[in-house]
Each structure stands twice: as structure tokens, then as C-alpha cells.
């Protein structure tokens, strides 16, 4: 008989990385459709090429740096495939393979993998491309085949505003699966239903872009439903390598991502604001766990406790040298215990040879009570 | 419904929680560790060759933290000895092996004789015993909290006077998965339950008593309700239905779950918060040792998992799992893991030699690992910060424990942590959270001690 001996608990959850992966995928797979039947083929080669490049990638730095060859997670492939979905489908065949590597190597791999980026590797290759192609990357298709503007830019330049029905089915010109509010929110829904992600972050952060849309006197509809900030939301934002991880911190998080948005969006030169409010909070990460560290259960404060006891101690034994064998109630110390202290008094000084101060009499003692 | 914050649903596969309890065979030998409990450790009042008997004081300790020992069997003492034990890897025990085929008696057809220790004798009017009697009672009878921590129940029935205790909670929860030991005491000694309580009560005079039990266990909730009734208790104490979540039989989720009080951390006790929590069957063998005279010599233990035929047995203190087992028909295809307790807290044994102690509340075989899933890095998902039921940072302590920065364990509590292994249990990259955790804990206890 050979038996296992390991430390508890003896049964896990059946959940693992790589099911919440491939959940996400699945998530995203509606929002995959909506944007294939809208932009045809074009799309569909954007997708292919972002993941497939995404994946290679992954795998050549493995190869090469001889860590354990991770693809099988599907990290890379979510990674393609959300930088795909964030790219516009007129982009040239190289944009998403550019793109794709830049995410893999300088977004996951450079920092150590999957779990120690900082920044949302699919946004660092968008973030990428935006800043060395910005004309490529802001070129529209619409659904009638003719190029022009996004919702959220033809509001910028002309103040026009698209209707709630283009914006909800994803008729609109704009990025392969940001377009269709219905698609993200059913893959949403199911994410929310197998418990992968967290109310809070997209609850924040959505309802943050409509408070402030109306405080500007915006169309707060239109405000949640254009542009990248549902698939922002709850795709992007709700990373856990790049979001908070307490509860209280991903409600700052989201807010954050909100209020960058629409700032961005409102008073910036760029008509979309969610790739950089989402990379600016991940940066800001480290920094809401730290001031949203949690408290313990039954949490009480042992510094002041510790720090008020010292105190009166010691001001208790600055007394005794000058009252002698008196204490503080009057009573008279016992014998042994004013015979200790003269010893130690007296050591201190066969020691020292030297008129001792005060301090040097407390220090043994704090030893002692420590 | 009664809950607590955090906490996991995991699979209970309470197999055993129809079967009647079974008395387990006598045992042909027992093995009594001297430590079976939480504090000092007993001194032998045997020696070798020396002729016990059933419920003779065989171990001892001056120290008031501490639980006596006595014989479960009767017999001779073999021999006192290092022997394996569940807990501790190993301990001074005092073996002790019946007599058996010396006698031919009809009375015991077994051919195992019992002969019982004179001290244990039925009591009669109880009623008039004072609450020093009372403890000192307990005290001699070896009692421990059997949910199994086995903190002996004297101690935490004699409060120090600062601490006014107005609240007694019994715990009949039985978070863990696969054990049913306590659910079946309760259904099948409902009644002494409820007596052994009415001790409780009367030692610590508190003003509220509950009787907590998760909503898994609807029969047992009724039972205790329709008992209560009968014995004309059931204002001075009620029946609590809690959420089935674990680890809701924990002391202090327990205790925040009903009366919503927090017992404060950094070492803090119950009592702390005016709350004594005792197990049901600990009430259960306060009732055998107050009314039966009888000391704690036996527990319910649910065996169950990879065996033939789980059980739950009436087992003698000091028997062997491997004659428990082979009691169960013996081990159901190859084994992996021997476990003493439940699965999210037991301990697993490198051996099925170990004995029973008081603390003891089942053994869970699993076959040959059950689920090997790779380790890899920390995806940050939170799970563990979200489900831990003492709203701690697992990942963080995790990640400074590796390093051995202790000092920013200790910033994010890792003393705290009491090991429920919710944690570990969620975490997606499968890392062992609670074993990096103690590691911290006992680097942080050994700073202490320095």
C-alpha cells in the first residue's frame, strides 16, 4: 500500500485555469458571429490571423526562453481574439499580426507569463498599433459597405448621434466585436453564469460612464451602448491579472475606468476612451490593493495596545528609583522584589563603572517584558 | 438564512448519513496516546503488566489544560511506548491488550472479556449536584471537544471570572463533507444531547442557548425541535437552521452566524465574545459522564470513502483504523490517501496503523488520487481572497511566504488563518495555499517563542 501524504484540504474545486479561459473564449464567440455576418470575410481574417499569430508567438518564446509550453490554456488565444475584436476590419493583414506579437512578447511574456503582466496584454498590442498607425487603425466600415466614422466619432466631428436599434444589434460602423451590445451581453450573462467574473468592475464601471454622461448633459444610452465600452467592460476590465483583487478595490477599479472614459472620450483628441483607461487603472492596480487591503474577521488593533503598554511602563519605572520602596499606591514594595532591583542596579554599575542614566536601567528590563 | 461571510459549497457525498450507528467489535488492542488533546501532555498512572479496567484513570497531567486518560479496554498493559498518532507523527501511548481466550464465559461470547472500572457507576439525583461538582465530574471523565480540536471541555466550561459568558451555542453544523457522525448522534441521542446541554446550562449560567444545525440535516432540526417541545425547553433553547456552506461549523463562523458577534482575531477566543461553543457530541459525553459515570472511552466515527461498506461506528478510544477498516469490509480498489478527520481539514496518515483518539471524527479513504492537477503560477482571480471565511489575503501571504518575507506575512495576518482550506479548494492553478500559509504561521510562532 502506498499512500499520498499532503497537507489539506483533500478535494478541489473541479475549476482550473484553463476551463475559465476557454469560458471566456466561448463568452466571446457571439460577439465573434455578429461581427463575421456584419463585415464579412475580412473580419474572419483579421480574427484568424490575430490568433493564430498570438498563439505562434506564445509558443516560439517558450521554445526559446525553455519554459513549460503553456498554449493549451488558451491565454494566447484570448489574447488574439480580443485584440481582433477591438480591430477595425478594413485594417492591412499585417496590423493584427503586428499587433499580436507586440501583446504576447512586451504585454504577457516579457513580464513573466500568464498571471505577472501588468497591463492587459490584448490592450498593449491595440494601445501598440493606435500610436504607430493611427489612420490605419481609425478606418470604418459601415454595414453599407461605403467607410466613415464610428458612433462615438461621428459625435465628435458632427454631433450626430446613431439610434438605440443600430447600436444594440451592432449595424454600426466601429471595431469587429464592440459593435453589438445584445452579443457581449449574452456572453456576458454566461460568464456571470459559470462565475467567472465579478459584478463589480463592469457594474462600476458601466454605471459610472452613465452618471457622468449625464452630468455632462450627454445621452447616457448612447454613452454605454457605443463604442468599445461594453466588451471594455466586461471583457477587458474584469482581467484578473490586471485588476484588483479585493472586492473594494475592484468597485475603485471600475469606477476609475469609468470616469477616465468618458473624460477621454468628452475632452481628449481621441473620440474613444476605454483602451486607456483601462491600461491607465491597470497601472494603478498595485496601489488600490494596497489601500484596500482587507481586514481580518473579528479585526482589532494590537499596535495601540502594544504601543499604550510600553508607556505606562516605562513611566511607572522612572517613579521607582525616586520613591524607592514605595509604589505608586503607596503600598511598600515587597522585599524580594525591591531586592531584584537593587541587584540589577547595582550590577548595572559594577559594569559600567560609570553614573548610569535613566534609560540604561529601563532597557534591560523592556528585554525582559518583551 | 444563518450565515457567515465567505465560505465554499463543496461536494458533501455524505454517504453514511442513513446508517444507524454500529458498535465497532472490541478491539484486541488498543493504543492510547498520552497526548489527545489540546494542552499539557498526561503522565502515565500505569506501568507495564499492570491489570486495567474499563474506565480506569490510566494517565494524567497536574497542568488544568489538560484532559485524563483513561482505559477503553480491560486487559493488560503491554507496554508504554513511542507509538504512531494521527496528529502529533508520533507520541509516548500506553498499549494496552485484552484478555482474550484466558476466559470461557457465556457472558462474553466474543471471548473478549470487559470488566469495568468500579469508578464507573450510574449516578443518581443529578439534580443536586453544585456546578464545582459538576466540573470536577467532567474533568475526571477525560472530556474533550470531540468536533476535533479536543480542547478539553472543563477548561472551557470554567470562564475566567472577568469573562461573563451569556450566550452557549451546540454545534451541530457538521460542515465537513463525507462525515456524518454528528448527524447521526443526533438523531439517535437526541434526548442526552439535549440533558448534557441542560449541564452546560447549568454551570455556566448563560441567559441564551442555541442549537445550530446546517439546513442539510432537516430531520435532525425537526427531531431537536420536537424534542425541545416534549421537554418543555424549547423557550430557554432554540434550534438555529444555518446555511449548508462550509466552513460553517467552525467556532467562529458558528458563532458569527447566529448572534453576529466577532470573535476578535489575532488569538482571540469565544469567550472573548461571552460564547461557549460545544460540539453535539461533546454534550453528549458530558451527559455519559454525568448521569453514567461513564468517561470519555468511545466516539461515533464515520468511516467512509474507498471502503466496502461505509459506517458510522461507536468506537472504543485507542482502536486501530486498520481494524475499523477491515470491519468495513477492507479497502475498495487501490488506495491513495488515508485521512483522519474530514477532507477539507483531516490530516493525511502515512500509515493505517494509527489509533482513534478522542479527537478523531471519521476516516476518509480515498482511491489512488482522486484529482492530480498541475500547479502553476497565480492568475490573481481572487477566488481565495473572496471565499475565505476569515476575510484574509491567501494569494498575498502566499507569494510573501515563498519569498520567506515573514514580516509582510505577518502584515497580512497570516496568524490569523486557522487552516479550513476553502482556499485551497478554489483556486484555479491548483496551488497549495494553505500549506505556504502554515508554513508562514509556524515561522511567525517561532519568531514568537524567540
Same mark, same amino acid.
Request: zero cysteines.
Given at each position: 500500500m502506498k499512500l499520498t501524504v499532503s497537507i489539506n484540504p483533500h478535494i478541489k474545486d473541479k475549476d482550473n485555469v484553463n476551463k475559465i479561459i476557454w469560458y471566456v473564449i466561448l463568452a466571446l464567440l457571439p460577439a465573434v458571429g455578429v461581427g463575421v455576418y456584419f463585415f464579412g470575410m475580412d473580419a474572419l481574417l483579421v480574427i484568424l490571423l490575430s490568433v493564430s499569430s498570438a498563439v505562434v508567438t506564445e509558443l516560439i518564446i517558450q521554445r526559446f526562453t525553455g519554459e513549460q509550453i503553456t498554449i493549451k490554456d488558451g491565454s494566447a488565444v !484570448?489574447? %488574439? !481574439? @480580443? !485584440?481582433? @475584436? &477591438?480591430l477595425s476590419p478594413l485594417v492591412p493583414w499585417w496590423i493584427p499580426v503586428l499587433g499580436a506579437i507586440f501583446a504576447i512578447a512586451i504585454g504577457k511574456m516579457v513580464f513573466g507569463g500568464l498571471g505577472h503582466n501588468i497591463f492587459n496584454p490584448a490592450l498593449v498590442g491595440r494601445a501598440f498599433l493606435v500610436v504607430s498607425w493611427p489612420a490605419l487603425m481609425t478606418k470604418w466600415l459601415l454595414v453599407d459597405g461605403t467607410t466613415g466614422a464610428t458612433p462615438l466619432g461621428m459625435l465628435k466631428l458632427e454631433g450626430v448621434k446613431a439610434g438605440y436599434n443600430a447600436l444594440f444589434f451592432g449595424s454600426i460602423g466601429g471595431c469587429i466585436g464592440e459593435t453589438s451590445a445584445i452579443a457581449l451581453l449574452l456572453g456576458a450573462g454566461f460568464l456571470f453564469y459559470k462565475k467567472v467574473i465579478d459584478w463589480r468592475i463592469p457594474a462600476t464601471y458601466v454605471g459610472t460612464v452613465f452618471v457622468f454622461a449625464l452630468i455632462f448633459r450627454q445621452d447616457p444610452i448612447f454613452h454605454v451602448l457605443a463604442g468599445g465600452l461594453l466588451i471594455g467592460a466586461f471583457f477587458m476590465a474584469t482581467d484578473y491579472v490586471t485588476s484588483p483583487i479585493t472586492q473594494n478595490g475592484r468597485l475603485i477599479f471600475g469606477f476609475g475606468c469609468g470616469f477616465l472614459t468618458i473624460i477621454l472620450r468628452l475632452f481628449s483628441g481621441y473620440p474613444? %476612451? &476605454?483602451?486607456?483607461?483601462?491600461l491607465l487603472m491597470n497601472?494603478? &492596480?498595485p496601489l488600490i490593493e494596497r489601500y484596500t487591503k482587507i481586514k481580518p474577521f473579528g479585526y482589532r488593533k494590537p499596535e495601540k495596545e502594544k504601543k499604550e503598554k510600553p508607556a505606562e511602563e516605562k513611566k511607572e519605572e522612572k517613579k521607582e528609583p525616586e520613591i524607592d520602596l514605595i509604589d505608586k499606591k503607596g503600598h511598600i514594595v515587597p522585599n524580594s522584589l525591591s531586592k531584584a532591583q537593587t541587584k540589577e542596579k547595582l550590577e548595572v554599575y559594577e559594569e559600567k563603572e560609570e553614573p548610569i542614566r535613566e534609560e540604561e536601567i529601563i532597557k534591560p528590563k523592556e528585554e525582559e517584558n518583551e | 438564512m444563518k450565515s457567515f461571510i465567505g465560505g465554499i459549497h463543496p461536494r458533501y457525498d455524505k454517504i453514511t448519513r442513513k446508517d444507524m450507528i454500529k458498535v465497532a467489535p472490541l478491539p484486541k488492542r488498543v493504543i492510547l496516546p498520552l497526548q489527545q488533546h489540546t494542552g499539557a501532555i498526561c503522565e502515565p498512572l500505569v506501568n507495564s503488566e499492570d491489570i486495567v479496567k474499563v474506565g480506569q484513570k490510566?494517565?494524567?497531567?497536574?497542568?488544568f489544560v489538560s484532559a485524563c486518560i483513561h482505559a477503553s479496554i480491560s486487559g493488560k498493559v503491554l507496554g508504554i511506548a513511542k507509538a504512531k498518532h494521527p496528529v502529533l507523527g508520533e507520541c509516548k501511548a500506553i498499549v494496552i491488550e485484552s484478555e482474550v481466550n484466558r476466559i470461557k464465559d457465556s457472558k462474553y461470547p466474543s471471548g473478549i472479556k470487559i470488566e469495568w472500572d468500579e469508578s464507573v457507576k450510574r449516578r443518581e439525583n443529578v439534580d443536586k449536584l453544585t456546578k464545582d461538582?459538576?466540573?470536577?465530574?467532567?474533568?475526571?471523565?477525560?472530556? =474533550?471537544g470531540l468536533g476535533g480540536a479536543?480542547?478539553? #471541555?472543563? =477548561?472551557k466550561l470554567s470562564p475566567p471570572p472577568e469573562k461573563k459568558i451569556d450566550t452557549v451555542i451546540l454545534n451541530g453544523a457538521e460542515c465537513e463533507p463525507y462525515l456524518t457522525c454528528d448527524h447521526r448522534i443526533m438523531l439517535e441521542q437526541t434526548e442526552r444531547i439535549i440533558k448534557g446541554m441542560q449541564i452546560i446550562i447549568k454551570i455556566l449560567e448563560a441567559e441564551n442557548y442555541y442549537i445550530g444545525i446546517e439546513d442539510n440535516k432537516e430531520n435532525a432540526i425537526a427531531l431537536f425541535e420536537e424534542k425541545l417541545l416534549g421537554m418543555g425547553l424549547q423557550d430557554k433553547i432554540k434550534v438555529i437552521r444555518l446555511e449548508t456552506i462550509y466552513p460553517q461549523g467552525e467556532e467562529k463562523n458558528l458563532i458569527y452566524s447566529i448572534i453576529k458577534r466577532e =470573535?476578535?482575531?489575532?488569538?482571540?477566543?469565544?469567550?472573548? #465574545?461571552?460564547v461557549v461553543v460545544q460540539n453535539v457530541q461533546t454534550a453528549k459525553a458530558i451527559y455519559d459522564a454525568v448521569y453514567e459515570g461513564k468517561p470519555l472511552i468511545e466516539r461515533v466515527v464515520t468511516i467512509t470513502g474507498a471502503v466496502k461498506e461505509p459506517k458510522n461506528l461507536l468506537v472504543k478510544i485507542g482502536t486501530l483504523v486498520k481494524d475499523l477498516i477491515e470491519y468495513c469490509g477492507g479497502y475498495e480498489g487501490s488506495i491513495g490517501k488515508i485521512i483522519s478527520g474530514g477532507p477539507m481539514t483531516g490530516i493525511a496518515q502515512y500509515s493505517d496503523d494509527i489509533p482513534i483518539i478522542k479527537g478523531s471524527s471519521g476516516v476518509l479513504v480515498q482511491k489512488e488520487e482522486v484529482i492530480k492537477e498541475e500547479e502553476r503560477d497565480c492568475i490573481r482571480c481572487a477566488r481565495c481572497v473572496d471565499k475565505c471565511p476569515m476575510n484574509l489575503m491567501p494569494t498575498i501571504i502566499f507569494q510573501y511566504a515563498q519569498k520567506d518575507e515573514f514580516d509582510k506575512c505577518e502584515e497580512y495576518f497570516a496568524s490569523d488563518c486557522y487552516e479550513c482550506g476553502c482556499c485551497s479548494y478554489v483556486c484555479p492553478s491548483k496551488i497549495p495555499l494553505v500549506h505556504w500559509i502554515k508554513y508562514a504561521k509556524e515561522e511567525l510562532m517561532k519568531r514568537k517563542k524567540k
Open positions: !484570448l489574447t %488574439g !481574439l @480580443l !485584440l481582433a @475584436l &477591438v474613444e %476612451g &476605454v483602451m486607456f483607461s483601462i497601472a494603478a &492596480v | 490510566i494517565a494524567e497531567s497536574k497542568e461538582e459538576l466540573k470536577g465530574i467532567i474533568k475526571e471523565a477525560g472530556v =474533550v479536543a480542547f478539553p #471541555t472543563h =477548561v =470573535v476578535p482575531n489575532n488569538g482571540g477566543l469565544p469567550r472573548d #465574545t461571552g
